[in-house]
């Protein structure tokens, strides 16, 4: 079957950085995205990977290891803003995205 | 209208009635996509569309019916609800379908079936 795991939640400092990490298990692979989701709110993008490395866009930054079927999204220099929950999802060979529960990150000041 | 709109924000439905969640997107997006999102689990895909006048089965299409009569409406239809539909309703759509492309997500509906 097809699964996606990640921590169900995670407490951090702000200031500090943290690792969320996320394995997957698919039929067929085409790519690794990232979403954060406010309480309450949609879904929005943060990252797609295709490609074994580190992706960095600003404080966030996204690592893939295909052979491992592993990801993870790792935050710098946290702020409360990024209070928030954290979808892992992997696109099939389908094209269709398989998501994760989510990670819910508590930011303490 | 910017990006996509849902309605209605929420709704609260006696069991065995008909409802349609509408969602409207105004980027000219080809592919559309209708999830639900329950507590402890991932986003579930119920339906999807490619493109206008095609539509797919998700993982979860049991007592859910769509139509994609043009680009930018895909409304999702509960014949009868029952309470194990209550749940969070997000509509997304993507520059294409069967592609790496970012889904862009609507604010959601809450349904409550009593």
């Known amino acids: 079957g097809q699964n996606i795991d990640q921590p169900t939640e995670m407490t951090a400092t702000e200031g500090a950085i943290v690792q969320i990490n996320c394995t997957y298990q698919?039929?067929?692979?085409?790519?690794l995205f990232w979403y954060q989701q406010h309480a309450g709110e949609a879904p929005t993008f943060l990252s797609y990977?295709?490609l074994d490395g580190l992706e960095e866009k600003g404080r966030f930054s996204s690592f893939l290891s295909r052979s491992k079927g592993y990801s993870y999204l790792l935050l710098k220099e946290l702020q409360m803003k990024d209070s928030a929950s954290y979808l892992c999802a992997a696109l099939d060979s389908n094209y269709q995205l398989i998501w994760g529960a989510g990670t819910k990150l508590i930011i303490k000041p | 209208i910017a990006g996509i709109t849902q309605a209605p924000t929420s709704q609260i439905l006696a069991a065995g009635r008909r409802m349609t969640l509408r969602c409207t997107q105004d980027m000219r997006h080809n592919a559309m996509y209708w999830y639900r999102q329950d507590l402890g689990l991932g986003l579930r895909l119920i339906h999807y569309?490619?493109?206008?006048?095609?539509?797919g089965k998700g993982e979860v299409p049991d007592g859910y019916s769509v139509s994609r009569a043009n680009t930018d409406d895909f409304p999702l239809t509960l014949a009868s609800a029952v309470p194990s539909q209550t749940s969070v309703y997000f509509c997304?759509?993507?520059?294409?379908?069967?592609?790496?492309?970012?889904?862009?997500f609507g604010p959601g509906t809450r349904l409550t079936v009593l």
């Open positions: 569309s490619n493109t206008a006048g095609t539509t």
């Open positions: 990977n295709v």
């Open positions: 698919t039929s067929g692979f085409n790519g």
């Open positions: 997304a759509s993507s520059q294409e379908g069967s592609s790496y492309n970012e889904q862009f």
